[in-house]
């Protein structure tokens, strides 16, 4: 296939089957079907379904299209694009009820959008495709789980060496290859030993050293974020130096704590939708602080605050000024598009908090420099 070709076969494409739109042009006249193979004509037929459905009628209609559609997006487009026209299908022509049918949920491609819409409608969800259900959420779970682990294990425990090792207290406490390689210079030959002038301790093997509290906003706006902090939520629990808790709220608070042990129940756990009390749960997580220096505690809002903002921001205070670290993960959206108050989030930077915009697959990192020694 030529340039000339190739480019006519982009535009129709792009453009679908009625090209009207298309200016007179040497490069792109006379684009008709005869340009695409039998492997592009169905591309156009999948694309149409979602962007052009009064075309050729609404090929989403029912549950068994949608099933077929679903397999042929699979077969044409890679995961990731996969995702997007799941979403866009799901937005635009109001699949979510479909969604719902055990024969559809085996073929989608989990993704947090398509997991928010599962949680959101999981009161709905019919018994015969729970277990499909909560395969998929499973799924999502175990996918970012493994991305985030190693990232999360590495910032733990390099921040945990930083921190500057006591005296050894008693010769248990010594390791004594290190000590001896570091005083070889001190030998004493005539009594044929070393005499250290400094004493090494032994590496600590690290027990739960650090508390994290992580407070999720589960208010409307926030359902994707919301998700994914449960999801980082369960890969921190998973590290054994790490005591974490996690708090879900909107205008109640509610402690996911307990369903650390399975992610999937967790999720299922959140309420999403509703208001936003911020100072309410804030003041809930105050109570879970025992060793301030030790703790820190991840705040994953949008900061739109539904109750008192002034009293919220009195609770920051008092948080802070305990020595405790404070970071809030804004709200980012399907499209990576981040949001938030920024008045609010000015406030809380006025206050000693770190306010950032990420998506879970930076997290690690913004987590390492949560966790830099002070």
Known sequence: MNHDEQLKRRWRLILGGDHDDIDDHDDIDDIDDGNLSASDLAIDRALDAIYAPDRRGSMLSSAPRLATWLGEIRRQFPPEVVTILQRDAIDRLGLRRLLLEPEILARVVPDLSLVSTIL????????????????????????????????????????????????????????????????????????????PARLIARPRHHSKSQTIILCLDQSGSMATSTIGGGIIGSALASIPTLDVRVVAFDTAVVDLTRHLVDPVALLFGLNLGGGTDLDRALRYCRQLVEHPSETSLILVSDLHDGGDPDRTLRTVASLTSTGLRMITLLAVDDHGNPGGDPQMAESFASLGVTTVTTDIDRFPDIFAELLQPR
């Open 120 to 195: 959101m409608l999981r009161d709905q969800i019919p018994p015969e495709s729970l277990d499909t259900a909560r395969q998929i959420v499973g799924e999502l779970v175990a996918r970012l789980s493994a991305q985030l682990k190693p990232g999360l294990s590495r910032s733990v425990n390099q921040a945990l060496d930083r921190v500057p090792l006591p005296p050894p207290r008693s010769s248990a406490d010594i390791d004594w290859h290190r000590t001896i390689r570091a005083n070889l210079r001190h030998y004493q030959p005539e009594f044929q030993t070393i005499i």
